[in-house]
């Protein structure tokens, strides 16, 4: 049998000038995807993987795969992660000089989520995505919590009276306060910004929930969240309502200003003429290739009977359809949304055996997700026996400092019925391999 080398497995980088940096920071072998001890069921999930993988059932995409999730508005990150999949080659030293490679024009792209928020630069980030698109790329944008919070927060500024939704501006929380700082330096800050924006107690009234939003969100929401969940809303709203106007000002952003920001910002995103009036008009919730089912965070009980009564197609109709619904409420804290925020927590939408055996008949057998990041690479973990590739492996620059990670994050998924999955993360030695053979071992496997 033929020799088999970390060639077989790793992406072929070209050997630009620009890519020297991002060349060092990746593994130069490879090992079989080791067993996670910190997942709780890691003695099971490869195994079942191993074992599912080779029924004549299983199907691996007919296209290779590259998923890179929770970018954050790290441009540097995202990019040197495209380039690390073979997917792009940089032809100068700025975010958006690159084009694509002949691997790049055939594989498939989906970023799982999280494009903004936390920094350094989201208007970058977005601007390097837009990029892709240009390029024509196949892309797919999956929705992210981040993200969609960013549209819910913009669109309950209108709905003041909204018990359902008059919190969701401040619920975004610091993490959103970069980017109305780069949106008002960037458009406002040389203008007449302030020209019609109302006072700053005005401002206030208009971005925050008022007093009796804590009193009755709890009897709104009953029958729609567990009372775990009532609960930790309103201790996460009590914190955030306390502290946003803080952060507000340590950025050097009035509340006038910060109203301001979100103005345009509902110009440049809910605008189809927007600058990025594209981004939420491009965004799926779910994309399904082969037995993989990609997504943000993960599923419950009540998604995975929809996937498997009505199907993936359905599925992005119904939540393109909710993102214009005028009941932010119903959407954000339902089934739907639970596929972008789910940590399977008590307080959220539970996925049982049930739900995981409705999604197995339905011909989803692994889900591959970000949302919940790693600071050892991606990891595979069994939930009541629904297989699941982690692949958040933290990339963005303000992560990594707060975690105590090191250096610029990289790395990427790649699934390809050749070479099986792989791996990349500058914070594991070897790149994880998983390819199942005929003879019972992973390849490459002693």
Request: one cysteine or more; hydrophobic letters at 40%.
């Amino acid at each position: 049998m033929a020799t088999i080398t970390a060639l077989d497995f790793m992406p072929k980088i070209s050997k630009q000038p620009y890519h020297d940096a991002i060349l060092a920071r990746l593994p130069t072998d490879w090992v079989p995807w080791p067993n996670d001890q910190s997942s709780v069921n890691h003695d099971d999930a490869l195994s079942t993987f191993l074992k599912r993988s080779r029924k004549s059932c299983f199907a691996w995409p007919k296209q290779p795969v590259v998923f890179i999730s929770d970018p954050h508005a790290d441009a540097e990150a995202f990019e040197a992660s495209l380039i690390a999949a073979g997917v792009i080659e940089r032809d100068g030293p700025h975010p958006c000089e690159y084009e694509l490679t002949k691997f790049g024009t055939k594989a498939e792209i989906v970023v799982g989520g999280d494009c903004l928020d936390k920094g350094p630069s989201n208007l970058t980030m977005l601007r390097s995505l837009a990029h892709l698109y240009r390029l024509n790329a196949s892309i797919t944008l999956l929705a992210g919590n981040h993200d969609l919070r960013l549209l819910m927060g913009l669109l309950s500024l209108k709905r003041e009276t909204d018990a359902g939704s008059q919190h969701l501006f401040v619920r975004m929380g610091k993490k959103v306060v970069p980017l109305f700082k780069e949106v008002f330096d960037q458009y406002l800050a040389d203008t007449q910004w302030d020209r019609e924006i109302p006072s700053e107690a005005a401002c206030r009234k208009a971005l925050f929930p008022s007093e009796a939003w804590f009193e009755n969100f709890p009897f709104y929401a009953a029958g729609f969240l567990t009372p775990e969940g009532i609960d930790r809303e309103i201790s996460k709203m009590e914190s955030k309502a306390q502290s946003f106007e803080a952060h507000c000002a340590k950025a050097d952003l009035s509340l006038q200003q910060v109203y301001a920001a979100a103005m345009k910002c509902r110009s440049l995103f809910l605008k189809q003429s927007g600058e990025f009036g594209w981004f939420f008009r491009r965004m799926q919730l779910v994309k399904k290739r082969g037995s993989f089912l990609f997504l943000h965070a993960g599923l419950d009980d009540k998604m995975a009977e929809l996937l498997a009564n009505h199907g993936v197609k359905h599925a992005n109709q119904a939540f393109k359809k909710n993102l214009l619904s005028q009941n932010l409420f119903s959407f954000y804290y339902g089934s739907l949304a639970n596929t972008f925020r789910t940590k399977y927590r008590k307080v959220d939408l539970p996925l049982t055996p049930y739900g995981a055996s409705v999604a197995r008949r339905a011909g989803i057998q692994v889900l591959v997700h970000g949302h919940i990041n790693q600071h050892f690479g991606q990891r595979v973990t069994l939930k009541n026996g629904l297989i699941h590739i982690e692949a958040d492996i933290t990339l963005d620059a303000h992560s990594r400092k707060n975690e105590g990670l090191d250096g610029q994050g990289v790395g990427v998924t790649l699934i390809d019925k050749k070479r099986g999955v792989i791996g990349l993360s500058c914070d594991y030695p070897q790149a994880k391999v998983f390819k199942p053979n005929h003879k019972g071992k992973l390849a490459g496997a002693n």
